[in-house]
């Protein structure tokens, strides 16, 4: 690749594909609401609120094929990003790195300013100018309240769940919700 930019957005048009066939096959998920009925519910009287809840008790988990999606466009987006943060540090960083130093940079997303600012191995190699980029774009910067509605805000959960814990979505067979 010339433009060391390139696989930035080779990942991101991967993750862009994996989001298009989620999609899809969200459509075809809901299309069998219309047919059956996945969930099983009950309701109880709750006698400190006065009022009767209505419990979804079971739900049949959805097929694994849509943790898989999700994981792989969660990955795709969280690594161009990332791939975009070591194409900023490697042509426009202000020195070298160390071999440890490498290792260790990736695109920060941030639910505070702190915690933007302790992102300090990528900010530290980056002009002013790339650190205002990337803050702009940071979860935080509309205030604590719109943070963890920000679409960047549940990426890095998201990936770090789908390699190192489970397929989402796959909700046990026990009660799921609870609805008042």
């Known amino acids: 690749m010339d433009d060391p930019f390139d696989s930035a957005w080779f990942k991101w ?6 989001a298009q066939a989620l999609d899809g096959e ?13 969930w099983t519910t ?3 009287y709750d006698a400190k609120h006065h009022c009767v809840r209505l ?17 792989d466009t969660a ?7 990332d ?21 260790r940079i990736y695109f920060p997303l941030a639910l505070t300013q702190e915690a933007f600012d302790s992102h ?5 190699f980056l002009t002013r100018a790339d650190r205002a980029t990337l803050r702009r774009y940071q979860p935080y910067v509309h205030g604590k309240r719109q ?21 989402r979505p796959s909700p046990p067979d026990r009660r799921v919700a609870d609805f008042a």
């Open 13 to 18: 048009g991967r993750a862009v594909a994996h």
């Open 26 to 38: 969200l459509g075809r998920e809901l299309e069998k609401f219309k047919t059956q009925r996945p």
């Open 42 to 44: 009950r309701t109880e």
């Open 55 to 71: 419990l979804v008790d079971r739900a049949k988990p959805f097929h694994p094929r849509l943790g898989l999606l999700i994981g």
């Open 75 to 81: 990955n795709n987006f969280r690594a161009s990003l």
């Open 83 to 103: 791939h975009l943060a070591w194409a900023l540090v490697t042509t426009r960083g202000k020195r070298p790195m160390l071999p440890k130093e490498e290792s």
């Open 120 to 124: 300090f191995v990528v900010t530290n």
């Open 147 to 167: 943070a963890l509605n920000h679409c960047l805000a549940p990426l890095p959960g998201l990936n770090r769940d789908d390699k190192h814990r489970m397929l």
